[in-house]
T-cell receptor, first 112, second 113 residues
Framework: DAGITQSPRYKITETGRQVTLMCHQTWSHSYMFWYRQDLGHGLRLIYYSAAADITDKGEVPDGYVVSRSKTENFPLTLESATRSQTSVYFC???????????FGPGTRLTVT | GENVEQHPSTLSVQEGDSAVIKCTYSDSASNYFPWYKQELGKRPQLIIDIRSNVGEKKDQRIAVTLNKTAKHFSLHITETQPEDSAVYFCAASNRQGAQKLVFGQGTRLTINP
C-alpha cells in the first residue's frame, strides 16, 4: 500500500483559492485516476491518464485541471475552489493488465 | 455512458448469516466487474472481481455471480463476521482502453454480534 501516496491528507481552503492535490505511485503503473467520494454518490471519476502527457475527462471534470509530466505523478488542481468541491479525493493507479485499481489513502478537502 | 445501480444502500445482518448485495449495469459492452471494500476512514480495496466470460467466482467466504443477459451481478458473503462490517462498492468497466470504472453508490454492511 505504500506504493501510492497522496498529499496533503487533510486540507482546508477558502472559496476562490487554488489548491493542488498530489498523487505519487512507485509501481510505474501506466494508468492513473482521480475520484471524488461524496455521501450518496459513491466514487465518481474526475480525470484519468493512460500515460505521461495523456489525460482525459471522467464523469465530473468541471472545475478541475490535471497534468502528468512524469509517469509516477498525477496532480489534481482546483483552480478556484468552491464549497461544492468539499469532498474526499482518492487517487488510484492500474497497470492496465489485470484491471485492478490500487487506491491511495485519500485527501479530505474542506472548502470554506 | 455506463450507469451502475447498487442495492441495498444499507444492510444489517446477524453474525454468521449471509449477506447479498446486488448491482445492475446499463452498458452491454462492460466486461469487468470488481467489488471493493472500504472500512471506515480507509481507502477502497479490491476483494473480488469477475470477467464477463465467467458466471461465478468464489474466494473463501465471498462469491460473485454475473448474469450478462440481465446485466446484473451480485456479491455474496457467507458466515459473516464482525470484520465484514464496511461499505462495499460494485463497479463496471469496459476493459478496452483506459478501463474506467463506474461505481455503484455503495452498501453499508453492518454485522450484528
Amino acid at each position: 500500500d505504500a506504493g501510492i501516496t497522496q498529499s496533503p491528507r487533510y486540507k482546508i481552503t477558502e472559496t476562490g483559492r487554488q489548491v493542488t492535490l498530489m498523487c505519487h505511485q512507485t509501481w510505474s503503473h501506466s494508468y492513473m485516476f482521480w475520484y471524488r467520494q461524496d455521501l450518496g454518490h459513491g466514487l465518481r471519476l474526475i480525470y484519468y491518464s493512460a500515460a505521461a502527457d495523456i489525460t482525459d475527462k471522467g464523469e465530473v471534470p468541471d472545475g478541475y485541471v490535471v497534468s502528468r509530466s512524469k509517469t509516477e505523478n498525477f496532480p489534481l488542481t482546483l483552480e478556484s475552489a468552491t464549497r461544492s468541491q468539499t469532498s474526499v479525493y482518492f487517487c488510484a493507479s492500474s497497470d492496465g493488465g489485470r484491471g485492478e485499481q490500487y487506491f491511495g489513502p485519500g485527501t479530505r478537502l474542506t472548502v470554506t | 455512458g455506463e450507469n451502475v445501480e447498487q442495492h441495498p444502500s444499507t444492510l444489517s445482518v446477524q453474525e454468521g448469516d449471509s449477506a447479498v448485495i446486488k448491482c445492475t449495469y446499463s452498458d452491454s459492452a462492460s466486461n469487468y466487474f470488481p467489488w471493493y471494500k472500504q472500512e471506515l476512514g480507509k481507502r477502497p480495496q479490491l476483494i473480488i472481481d469477475i470477467r464477463s466470460n465467467v458466471g461465478e467466482k468464489k474466494d473463501q467466504r465471498i462469491a460473485v455471480t454475473l448474469n450478462k443477459t440481465a446485466k446484473h451481478f451480485s456479491l455474496h458473503i457467507t458466515e459473516t463476521q464482525p470484520e465484514d462490517s464496511a461499505v462495499y462498492f460494485c463497479a463496471a468497466s469496459n476493459r478496452q482502453g483506459a478501463q474506467k470504472l463506474v461505481f455503484g453508490q455503495g452498501t453499508r454492511l453492518t454485522i450484528n454480534p
